[in-house]
Every structure is written in C-alpha cells, then in structure tokens.
C-alpha cells in the first residue's frame, strides 16, 4: 500500500505519485510492502536533512528505509519513508524535463534507495539514474 500526504498548499497529483508507488512495489516484487510519501516544504525538509544527514540545508527528497518494522494492522511490512520538498523539485526543474517528469524522476529515485541503492559515488549514481530512466519508461503508458 502506498500512502500519500501533502502537508503543502501545492496542488500535486497525488494519484500520479500513488500509481507510481504501486507500479513500482510490483514491477520490484515488493507488493506486500507500506511506503509513505510525503510532501513538505523548504523549513520541514530543511529540519530533517539537517538532524538525520547533519545537512544543514534544503534538499528535494529523503528517503528513510524501514528496518524490520511490521504493520501488524495491516499485515505488511513497511518499505520506508519518502519526503520530498515540492516547491525544490520545481526550483531544480530542469529546461529539458517537465515539473511532472522531475517530479516522476525524483520520486523514482527515493523508491530506489529503499530498495537499497546507494549513489555516493559517481558509479553508483550513474546506475541509479540508468535504472529509474528504466523503470519510468517501463511504466510510461500508466501514467
């Protein structure tokens, strides 16, 4: 199940960012899996880069894996957590790539490192990148 919260007065195409949730779970064979996403602004993102990255600045998305943690309510286990600072992702918008195909993009990415993937080094980065240009033109059509 994937849950969305938008804690910001942006109007977000919070159906977009569920469908890309559970296309995602499904195509990485983690269906019986929670995620929760939520959107914040520039002071909230800020807050939380700053106490869990010792980052003391504005970044577009957090991604918190959920270690063993079992929803007992619901039967599943919690992937994690993705925060993302709306008002960022637009700031960074590209001129080749829409608000909708960053938004996309970045969301992508978060759903990666809760699977595990890491981009501290360049290498590792580059294959993140490869792998969610992948995953988003597999899904193209739903979305």
Do not use: P
């Not at 899996?33 to 700053?50: P, T």
């Not at 993009?105 to 490869?130: N, P, Q, R, S």
Request: glycine letters at 4%.
């Amino acid at each position: 199940m994937v849950e969305v919260n938008n804690t910001t007065k942006s109007k977000i195409n919070l159906k977009l960012i569920k469908t890309i949730g559970e296309e995602f779970l499904n195509y990485y064979k983690k269906k019986d899996f929670d995620v929760s996403i939520a959107f914040v602004g520039d002071k909230k993102i800020r807050e939380l880069n700053n106490k869990y990255r010792k980052k003391d600045k504005v970044t577009d998305i957090l991604s918190f894996e959920g270690k063993d943690f079992f929803d007992y309510k619901l039967k599943n286990k919690f992937l994690g957590e993705i925060i993302i600072d709306y008002v960022q992702v637009k700031r960074q918008k590209k001129k080749s790539k829409s608000l909708k195909e960053e938004l996309v993009f970045i969301l992508v990415h978060g759903f990666l490192h809760l699977i595990g993937y890491k981009d501290d080094t360049e290498k590792e980065a580059e294959e993140m990148e490869k792998m969610g240009i992948k995953f988003i033109k597999k899904i193209s059509n739903k979305i």
